[in-house]
């Protein structure tokens, strides 16, 4: 692995590139990247039609949302615990190869999936401890490809890389629900795990034939010592702690609708699992539209503080609309327009937040930042937990209802308080003067 502090300055665009400047953007110029991010493409798209087809088997299975929480619940646990870890061992170790070996582990556990459901011998235990085992792996896949992209790059087209990498998470929500709303229906859901695993193994494929720099880390402490200089580096920055207070709200509370999804398409609107596939695919739409938006005005965009909380406001009374439409009114046209406006509200501020945790992060901590961070994107599952349990009370609408409200409430008062999340865009613009002057990003 050579020096984790800098990023690679030898994938300049070839002399014929200049013909591709026209429709590219900047960071797909460069070659390696350029092949990373059709692998994340293809893995991306195939997790979506993974974790679609879960949920609508463990509802088929089981007919209960609090079941649908334990499929997250089982998912969430392992990689919550060892997230930490896994940016340990980013920072520790190739990060290449780490990527090849957990991304093929877990393409084994979907086709071991795939292949109960085909047989009709999957049962419910089954679904819940492939879940714990992926939810494992994760935890150090997702650190190291976080961590390793920087390196494909150069430093002045980071904000393009961070754009595309969430366009492609949106855009995959925009079309994987739907393909996978389609497989199952004209095949079975076995069939739509199958695809899922193909398209995750061809990513494990590309990353292989990466020319990525050697990078040596440097052990300076053991491994605890390292995981605690990560803690300590993000309790000393409380932007840091901020942003990814910020994430844990959306994640816990404001995606928990995702798990409980099948609820609204087969209880509350009667659409099935077409209407289901339509309704997240719609969400999708929203949030690429506004990814690519920023993405395009990344440099002279201002007030990305004020732009984050608003964002964060709009998403959590979006959502508490939906939920609570969808119950009271029940028009599948008004939950769509909603699930586009939440998309959209969504990805407004959540693409700040990764934007800013990239530009603002030493590349010698960046490992262990994304595996802390990728705790509170994890925590997803945990929000579907927590909605499918209250939902025994007060109704799967209501659940999410108030989800939504609690977001809202975490942006309109420590966030908004905070005067560093305020003046983002200032911090940010003095991170990349320090840079270009040679010296250290700190925030």
Sequence with gaps: MGSPEAPRTDTAPPRHAGRLRISLPPALHYPAYRSFWLGMLAAVGGFQVLQFGQFWLIFQLTESPLFLGYVGLANAVPAISLNLVGGVVADRFDRQRLIVVTQTMTVSLVFLLATLTLTNLVQVWHVLTIAVLAGAINAFNQPARQAIYPHLIDRKVMMSAVALNSSVWQGTRVVAPAIAAVIIGLFNTAAAFYAAGALMLLFA?????????????????????DLLEGLKFIRRNSIFSFLIGMTFFNSFFGMAYVTQMPVFAEDILGVGVGGQGVLLS?????????TVWIGSRATGFRRKGLVLIGGAVMTGLTLAAFALTAEHIGSFALAVVLMFALGAFTSSYMILI???????????????????????????????MYAGALAGFVGVPTAIAIGGLLVSAFAMGPALLNSQVRNLGAMLDRAESSRAAGGPAHP
Aim: zero cysteines; charged letters at 15%.
């Design 205 to 225: 494929v590309i990353v292989r034939m990466l020319d990525v720099p050697k990078m040596t880390a440097a052990r300076t402490s053991s491994a605890a010592g």
């Design 282 to 290: 719609v969400a999708g739409v929203g949030s690429l539209l506004v």
């Design 354 to 384: 990764m934007s800013s945790r990239q530009m603002l992060v030493p590349d010698r901590m960046r490992g262990r930042v994304m595996g802390f961070y990728g705790m509170t994107w994890n925590i997803m599952p945990l929000g579907g």
